[in-house]
Structures are given as C-alpha cells and as structure tokens.
C-alpha cells in the first residue's frame, strides 16, 4: 500500500487522523496519498478557535438530535447508542485527548492539497448540530469562490443531491446527522460514490 495511491474517505475525527497519516507517510516518502482525491464527511478539527463550551453545547444538542433521526434499520434496543456510550466511557484518558485535539488542531485543507491529493470534498450532513453545514460551508469560503486565497481542487456537498452548484459549493437537503455514517451508510456511500466518480 505504501506507493499505491488509494482514495480517502473520512468522517468526524478521521480528518484529523488522515492529516496525521499523510503528513507521516510524506516523511517517509510514500506515495499512497499523492494525486489521490480526499472526501471528509463531517469533519472535526475543522472550525478555527474551536472552545470547549460551545462544543460541548453542540454536542449535547447532537446527541438529542440522534435520538429522533431516521435510520435505515430499526434499533429498538439502543445498541449503537450504548455502545457509543460506553467507547465513551471505556477510556476516559483517551475521550479528553481526542477533545482537546478537536480543541487545538485543526484540518489544514492547504497543506492536505500541498502533500499531494488531488481533490478535496467536505460533504456536511443537513442536520449535524456538532458541525452544521452552514460553518463547515463558512469555514471553506477561504479556500473556494472568486477571490480564494489558496488554488485548491475543493468544494462542499451538503448532503446528498449534486446536481445544483454555484461557486464551487454543491447545495442538496435530508434529514441527515452526525452519525449518519452509522445509521444510514448506504445513503452516505452513495453520496461518496457520487463524488468521486464526478
């Protein structure tokens, strides 16, 4: 794998982990991540000046809104959502780096393009109280439109539909949320699929 280029998808936390991945596979001069294209669906690590309260706002109000979202398959018994709770909770040490990373770092999309890949997509999910659609889609005006400052292949699909776009941003509505990777996969997939064979 280490010279064989391969696509990335990303979701949440994973951008962060990409970044990391990638910057380390550059050190030791593979080149699995060049001329590849990059698709983060909700990424974390993504807003500048990140702070702990609002985050924690915002994460409180995802987890209520998870409770109510459409899923592709019944879970009556709440598995996923005990089990989430108790990866939460298995290594409290771990959960408050992983904050304090989504605190701290953020995904430079500039440096991501710079290591090689040749596309970049932040698809946002409609409904993703953590990280709404509308600041990941705020966030990425510095990098896209008329007077971008970087020269980056990228572009924002927020959710599923493709077909509208203007300036480099594709516009689409579901009821999608923050786990939407785990409670709708095949929609996500889909989307996915749509971007890279775009």
Request: aromatic share 8%.
């Amino acid at each position: 794998m280490q010279d064989n280029p391969v696509n990335v998808v990303t979701h949440s936390y994973g951008a962060l982990v990409f970044a990391e991945m990638q910057r380390i596979a550059t050190e030791r001069g593979w080149t699995c991540f060049v001329d590849t294209d990059v698709v983060m669906t909700a990424p974390a690590g993504f807003k500048d000046n990140e702070q702990y309260l609002p985050f924690l706002r915002r994460f409180l109000q995802q987890s209520g809104i998870e409770k109510n979202s459409s899923k592709a398959f019944p879970d009556q018994d709440k598995v996923i959502e005990k089990a989430s709770h108790e990866s939460l909770l298995a290594n409290l040490g771990r959960s408050a780096l992983e904050v304090r990373e989504v605190m701290n770092k953020c995904v430079d999309l500039k440096t991501i393009h710079e290591l090689g890949s040749r596309s970049i997509t932040v698809l946002g999910f409609a409904e993703d109280a953590l990280y709404g659609h509308q600041e990941l889609a705020d966030e990425l005006q510095k990098y896209i439109g008329t007077e971008a400052v970087y020269d980056i292949p990228v572009s924002y699909a927020n959710p599923y539909s493709l077909d509208e776009t203007e300036a480099g941003v594709l516009y689409g509505k579901d009821d999608s949320t923050h786990g939407d990777d785990t409670h709708n996969p095949r929609r996500v997939m889909m989307a996915v699929s749509q971007i890279l064979h775009r």
